[in-house]
């Protein structure tokens, strides 16, 4: 995007997945758009712009919050965690694990939503019963999988997350 | 979509705050959790050149509670109001109607206080502010001043709030002794706003050694235009707290007057509100104590 307004920019910096960022952006950027935008971290998706679809839910401060409901300049002193912050193709973070076992993408467009926040919530309730599972997942659209499987994953990250925090000779985490 | 270009500004202090809405004001809104705000910028249904985020306002992020009330600052979040047990052990109602409230992505930013000053005629916590008799405390560049619930809400999005005022807290009042509370609604999808929600507040006696009810009201979601009470005691005092509580279809009837639209029609929304009316009452005398 370029800038074409009245020429009032502002410095602003936004720690994302530990590393703190300064760009000089417009007050209406949005969160999504700076961590899109600005840091080219594309693992958040934007679907809606409205609050409603739940694909660009980040982690503000560990809690799920929608990044397109929040403009960069307000984000200054938080810490932001997207997908990326959440594990790598080698490490992945319990919920990536459990997508990718219960097979609970297909396009993969909600996924990143997903998957923070199921794991704001697993932190909340690490032994949720399935109904609390589908509740956790109530604000996500998926257009895709019609949730049964994704349902499935919420249960299975919980599982894998309490696999991984007791402690085993090895202790490896994939 | 993207909003349109504004100015922001970030105040520290209530004084900073109210300076510069008494400035800007009149060409500018206040910026809390921005879940109502930011949609409609972002859909340019508005496009005002001044955001006053209050966010960064020092003193405005508590919860205090008090023998006679919950005092909500402006920049509590929902789910810090929905968690707080000190608040919940003294007026369950609060939590009871905010997990209908949206989704917890959406309670960890949307405040309290910004759904009542936005006046969604969908929004639960205008109802439950009502329904305790509540308080709002507003202050401005003319100095500040308390407008009681009932008489803040004017229509749809609209409140007796000026264009240059902000509203620092709201008072929930905390109900009688013996008061018994249940919120219930019905939406499509879990956290969706509601088809039609009741919250009730039912007075129980327990004097005769038996539990019977001595009153009830309701306030209820996305059937009125503004937040009304339902006086419902006519037809609920004397009975005991296990009672079926048929005989409230016509009082709940004459107190709403629900609109249409692509998901119900006028009818089904009475039909719904009298039904979840029962439901609650039943909720509130089995299982809610204040
Ligand atoms: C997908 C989605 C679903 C939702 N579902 C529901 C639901 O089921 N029920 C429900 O009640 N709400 C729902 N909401 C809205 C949510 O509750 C908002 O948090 C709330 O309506 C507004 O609070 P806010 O802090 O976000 O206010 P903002 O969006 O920042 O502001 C809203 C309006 O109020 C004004 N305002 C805010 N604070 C003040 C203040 N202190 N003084 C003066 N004016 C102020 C603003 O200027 C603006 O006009 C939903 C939102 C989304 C995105
Ligand atoms: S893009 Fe933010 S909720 Fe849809
Ligand atoms: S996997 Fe395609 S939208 Fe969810």
Redesign the interface.
């Not at chain 2, 979509?1 to 922001?8: D, L, N, Q, S, T």
């Given at each position: 995007m370029t800038d074409i307004d009245q020429g009032t920019t502002v410095d602003v910096t936004v720690t994302v997945n530990g590393i703190a960022h300064t760009r000089t952006v417009e007050p209406r950027r949005l969160l999504s758009d700076f961590i899109r935008h600005d840091l080219r971290l594309t693992g958040t998706h934007v679907g809606c712009e409205h609050g409603v679809c739940g694909a660009c839910t980040v982690l503000v401060d560990g809690k799920p919050m929608r990044s397109c409901l929040m403009f960069a300049v307000s984000a200054e002193d938080m810490e932001i965690t997207t997908v990326e912050g959440l594990g790598t193709q080698d490490a992945m973070g319990p919920v990536q694990q459990a997508f990718v076992e219960c097979h609970g993408l297909q396009c993969g467009f909600c996924t990143p939503g997903f998957v923070t926040t199921i794991t704001a919530f697993i932190e909340e309730n690490p032994d949720p019963t399935s109904e609390e599972a589908r509740e956790a997942i109530s604000g996500n659209l998926c257009r895709c999988t019609g949730y049964q499987n994704i349902c499935k994953a919420v249960l299975r990250a919980a599982e894998i997350n309490r696999e991984r925090a007791t402690p085993t000779e090895g202790g490896d985490p994939a | 979509?993207?909003?349109?270009?504004?100015?922001?500004h970030?105040p520290r202090t209530l004084d900073e705050a109210v300076a510069v809405l008494g400035e800007v004001g009149h060409d500018g809104k206040v910026?809390a959790g921005?879940?109502s705000l930011?949609?409609v910028?972002?859909?340019r249904l508005a496009q005002p050149a001044h955001?006053v985020?209050i966010?960064r306002v020092a003193g405005l992020d508590t919860v205090t509670v008090t023998d006679s009330h919950v005092r909500v600052g402006a920049t509590v979040r929902h789910?810090e109001l929905e968690k707080h047990d000190e608040a919940y052990a003294v007026l369950p109602l609060l939590r009871q109607a905010l997990l209908c409230v949206?989704?917890?992505?959406?309670r960890?930013?949307g405040t309290t206080v910004g759904s009542i000053a936005h006046a969604d005629a969908a929004g639960e916590m205008p109802s439950v502010l009502v329904l305790t008799q509540g308080v709002i405390e507003v202050v401005g560049p003319r100095g500040r001043r308390e407008v009681a619930a009932l008489e803040f809400f004017e229509g749809p999005l609209q409140t007796v709030l000026e264009a240059d005022e902000l509203v620092e807290a709201v008072r929930f009042a905390r109900f009688a002794p013996g008061t018994r509370t249940a919120f219930l609604e019905s939406a499509r999808?879990?956290?969706d706003y509601a088809v039609a929600g009741v919250g009730v507040a039912v007075d129980v006696s327990t004097d005769s050694g038996e539990a019977v009810v001595t009153g009830a009201r309701a306030a209820y979601v996305s059937v009125t235009d503004i937040p009304v009470v339902v006086d419902l005691t006519d037809a609920v005092a004397g009975q005991p707290v296990s009672s079926v509580w048929d005989g409230v279809d016509e009082l709940v009837q004459a107190g709403i007057a629900p609109e249409a639209d692509i998901h119900a029609s006028s009818e089904y929304r009475r039909m719904l509100a009298a039904e979840l009316t029962r439901r609650a009452l039943t909720r509130a005398t089995t299982e809610g104590t204040a």
């Open positions: - | 979509m993207k909003p349109a270009p504004f100015v922001h970030g910026l921005g879940q930011i949609p910028l972002n859909m955001l985020d966010n789910a949206a989704h917890p992505a959406i960890n930013r999808r879990s956290g």
